[in-house]
């Protein structure tokens, strides 16, 4: 609906009917930085990956029982979780494959994927591969729903989900006993290079009086503040990898960054993700979590920092 020149909606973020101002782009630029070609992401980092060993290895998970108020987190790798109420099973952004395209996986999911209870909800939070593994949707398609962006609807439609529902941001759908809000981030979701039309964001998860925040990709960017002073956030799952990428663009937060996010955020817990799995950026794996740890010892924030191992589920 229009009225005044703004888009009227209704969305039950705010559980009533608000006024929602144009959209602001977050979109990052394409274009590389000027000097991103004097390092050869090919020679440098690709080509070595595809000698080393993966490392870690498959054991079956040891779900626990989990009581009403509880969550339960299990990092996948990258930037997977399950998460677990007493209620539900919800997987955000599943990738078992063991490569993209010609980037290698390095660290092996923490379990397999048959080990994976019955997930009642699917969340993705955009289209790049990393995060939209059709493989992996495919196989733990169950006729659940899933929540996707804007945009990137016809990407899962053909997978075996039951309904598909597509977010814009500060939009907030209810499945069963959660509130699920798409927020902005600094990013973008193209599939491939001219694919613009599709968006992206992060995931707000409302259940039994506690709040998730899994970020999806993102550059550090001021909306940090905002989604901070619009949710009460708990548990804040940050991206601190690929901050060197082979473009030279500013497209991911490095571990300062995303502990300014999780300042900004005024969350409980900080759980840091998107690292250690796939080589996508010129930083070693080893690094993100080092620098981590050291800016959040800075800060005086070490204790609310939960650095996951793959597989291991957290009962919070």
């Not at 991911?252 to 998107?274: D, G, S």
Request: net charge positive; hydrophobic share 40%.
């Amino acid at each position: 609906m229009l009225h005044s020149g703004k888009l009227i909606c209704f969305t039950e973020s705010a559980d009533s009917f608000f006024e929602k101002e144009p959209k602001r782009s977050t979109r990052v630029r394409l274009r590389p930085r000027a000097d991103w070609h004097k390092r050869n992401f090919l020679t440098s980092v690709l080509i070595p990956s595809l000698f080393i060993k993966r490392s870690g290895h498959y054991a079956p998970p040891q779900f626990p029982k989990i009581r009403e108020g509880e969550i339960c987190i299990t990092w996948i790798g990258h930037a997977s979780f399950l998460i677990q109420t007493h209620e539900v099973n919800v997987l955000i952004d599943p990738i078992w494959s063991k490569w993209l395209k010609v980037i290698k996986r390095l660290k092996q999911p923490g379990f397999e994927i048959h080990h994976l209870p019955s997930i009642d909800f699917v969340l993705v939070t955009h289209a790049h591969f990393d995060h939209l593994d059709r493989r992996t949707l495919r196989r733990v398609a169950a006729d659940q729903p899933i929540i996707v962006p804007v945009g990137v609807g016809n990407l899962v439609h053909d997978l075996g989900f039951h309904i598909v529902h597509e977010l814009d941001y500060w939009q907030t759908v209810r499945l069963g006993p959660l509130k699920i809000s798409l927020t902005p981030c600094h990013h973008w979701g193209a599939r491939f290079l001219a694919d613009l039309h599709r968006d992206f964001g992060g995931f707000v998860i409302a259940v039994d009086g506690r709040t998730i925040f899994h970020c999806g990709d993102s550059a550090y960017f001021p909306g940090f503040q905002e989604i901070g002073d619009r949710y009460r956030i708990d548990v804040a799952l940050l991206p601190i990898g690929a901050y060197e990428a082979p473009s030279g663009r500013e497209v991911h937060m490095n571990p300062e960054e995303a502990v300014k996010a999780f300042l900004e955020l005024r969350a409980k817990t900080l759980i840091p993700m998107h690292y250690g799995t796939f080589r996508l950026g010129f930083e070693p794996l080893h690094e993100p979590p080092q620098r981590l740890l050291a800016s959040a010892r800075r800060h005086g924030i070490e204790k609310k920092v939960l650095v996951m191992t793959e597989g291991k589920p957290v009962v919070l």
